[in-house]
């Protein structure tokens, strides 16, 4: 196991700006839906770490709400259309 760990640390790093940047762009949004909450709820100020535990909790919750409502509205217009 530590061989390959070893083996892939040797790997050169892809110098693709595509990858590296896809990511940060999602993590910056999160970041300002995250801090747009905060100031909106008068939340105190996070540290960077429990910001972006934040972020990606809010954004988790979000999902949440936008599936369950999503659901909501196809099994109400299922019903709608077949009774």
């Known amino acids: ?6 083996r892939f640390s040797r790997l050169p ?3 693709c700006y595509h990858c590296t940047c896809i990511p940060s ?4 949004l999160l ?3 995250s801090n747009a ?14 910001a972006t ?13 936008l599936a369950t409502v999503v659901t909501i509205a196809v ?3 299922h019903w709608a259309t077949h009774h």
Do not use: D, E, Y
């Open 37 to 50: 909450f905060i100031n909106t709820m008068g939340i105190t100020q996070p540290s960077p770490k429990a």
């Open 13 to 15: 790093h892809n110098s």
């Open 1 to 6: 196991m530590h061989h390959i760990l070893i």
């Open 31 to 33: 970041l300002f839906i």
């Open 25 to 28: 762009i999602i993590v910056k």
């Open 53 to 65: 535990r934040a972020a990606w909790f809010i954004f988790i919750m979000l999902s949440a709400v």
């Open 75 to 77: 099994l109400a217009l």
